[in-house]
């Protein structure tokens, strides 16, 4: 046993020996990795961080200071603030202004509180939630429904008159007798119906617009107005109606049939793509005849020019030599000194003789008649306003009738949107056929200003029970006529206005240059 027991370290110390070279190789290999790891990837990994972490402390320091400058650039240009004005009035002032107040509620309770059956101007003293004092007019039914509307604004309300005098004064130079135009139309209707899908009722949408549209007194009238009969309960279109000739006949009797089938939005929309569209074959004619008018005005230019200041120059040398003048050289000297010697006279006889046109035009029938139907007989021209009628009218009488308008309703406001005597005449035939039971087109038949083409296109619709889309297609076809035509013609016209202008220049230029060559033979 004891044997056995000195043996075992011997056996021990062997093994150890032998083990310490492996673990010494162990531990080479161990710490050779830790170098090696610690030199390809620590290393460059602490860099890295390093590196990054001052990129990125640059860059916020940077960021920081453009941002920071950015914020000065804009604060400079930003538009300062105006210094809201403090309103201050004398006590005298005050005390006036509370009498005519104390005066004010005694009339409401009495006379003022009276309905009249027709609207009457009235003219207002307020005060805003600044401290201003406003004075304007609105139109009403009573000076009760006047109060009520400015308190409901927000107004604290001095004063609310009307007279026979201030009718006349403010009532005729209001808003009665003037029309919106198609631009501020198509953007009325457009944010009336954002407004309106967004969740605002419709009076709200119509005080907004009436901020946002300001810069016109006539409007703005008149949405105050729309706004005050809104609130009373009218109709929207009652409340349209009511501005005399500010809205379209054709917008009030569709919002009047959309009321009646709760489409007002699908309405609006339809309406500002209509009157979009209208505009834009407005354009087209006003297009159409600029360059013309503004090549016509340069050629008159150029020959008045010449009369004026060339011709006296050749004149002078032909009676210095005693030279003959005949023929045309004799025309255009004596239309030279006529228009020196009288171009007052010239001027007036041309002021007068458009006035008087333009007067005749607009005040006698028969003479505005005879003119449209002599500018529909000339060649181009005649196509052009044909085309252009027939797409207003078409893409109007699909709307209506899209929009179940009555028949009889839809040709009285056609012939109200023409200012052509011949299709209002024919609109107005349209109405008496309907009267007597006949048929629609009975009336565009065999009639020299409506094409073959929108007549058999208004009877296929009338047979198919479809005549609102079948219209709808006639406008399209002649807007792309008419847009086509107007295209043409600009091509067209540029070179024979050149060649007229080159052709009247010439004549003149040789008839005054022509008896130079005599004088010369002379001399020789």
């Known amino acids: 046993m004891q044997e056995t027991l000195n043996e075992t370290p011997k056996n021990n110390g062997i093994l150890d020996i032998l083990k310490t070279p492996f673990i010494v190789l162990y531990n080479i290999i161990v710490y050779a990795g830790v170098g090696i790891k610690a030199t390809f990837f620590d290393l460059w990994v602490n860099l890295y961080n390093g590196a990054s972490y001052q990129v990125d402390k640059t860059y916020r320091h940077t960021k920081q200071q453009f941002m920071e400058e950015e914020d000065k650039i804009y604060e400079m240009t930003k538009k300062k603030p105006k210094k809201e004005k403090v309103y201050k009035y004398s006590a005298k002032v005050l005390a006036k202004l509370e009498e005519e107040k104390r005066e004010l509620m005694v009339d409401l309770q009495n006379a003022g509180a009276t309905r009249s059956k027709t609207p009457h101007t009235y003219l207002y003293k307020v005060k805003d939630t600044h401290g201003r004092i406003i004075k304007g007019t609105m139109n009403g039914l009573s000076k009760l429904d006047i109060n009520s509307y400015l308190l409901s604004e927000g107004y604290e309300v001095y004063s609310i008159k009307t007279s026979p005098f201030i009718d006349f004064v403010y009532k005729d130079s209001s808003f009665f007798g003037k029309k919106m135009s198609n631009k501020d139309l198509i953007f009325w209707l457009t944010q009336l119906s954002t407004y309106i899908k967004a969740g605002l009722t419709l009076n709200e949408s119509i005080k907004i617009l009436t901020t946002q549209m300001k810069g016109n007194k006539a409007r703005t009238t008149a949405f105050k107005a729309i706004s005050y009969e809104l609130t009373l309960g ?201 009267i007597k039971g006949e048929k629609i087109s009975e009336a565009f038949k065999d009639h020299w200003a409506i094409p073959n083409v929108a007549y058999y296109m208004i009877v296929t619709g009338e047979s198919t029970g479809d005549l609102a889309n079948m219209m709808q297609k006639v406008s399209e076809y002649y807007q792309l006529l008419h847009k086509n035509i107007i295209n043409n013609l600009k091509s067209f016209i540029e070179p024979i206005m050149i060649s007229f202008l080159a052709v009247i220049v010439g004549i003149i230029i040789i008839a005054v240059i022509g008896p130079m060559f005599d004088m010369y033979n002379q001399i020789a």
């Open 234 to 434: 009218e109709s929207f279109s009652s409340a349209l109606e009511k501005q005399g000739s500010m809205f379209p006949a054709l917008l009030i009797n569709m919002i009047k049939a959309a009321e009646a089938s709760g489409t007002l939005v699908e309405t609006l929309d339809d309406m500002a793509n209509y009157y979009t569209e209208i505009n834009e074959t407005h354009r087209q004619m006003i297009s159409a005849m600029t360059y013309p008018t503004i090549i016509t005005v340069f050629a008159i230019g150029v020959v008045i020019f010449i009369l004026i200041y060339v011709v006296p120059q050749f004149t002078e040398i032909y009676a210095t030599n005693n030279t003959e003048i005949t023929g045309i050289t004799k025309i255009v000297v004596d239309a030279s000194a006529f228009i020196q010697r009288d171009y007052m006279l010239i001027i007036g006889i041309i002021l007068g003789t458009v006035v008087t046109v333009m007067v005749l035009y607009k005040t006698v029938k028969a003479f505005k008649t005879a003119v449209q139907i002599f500018l529909m007989h000339i060649p181009v021209i005649k196509n052009i306003i044909i085309y252009n009628e027939l797409t207003v009218f078409s893409k109007t009488f699909a709307s209506l009738l899209r929009n179940n308008v009555f028949i009889t309703d839809s040709m009285d406001i056609l012939s109200r949107i023409t200012n052509n005597e011949i299709y209002r005449a024919i609109m107005y035939k349209t109405i008496n056929n309907i």
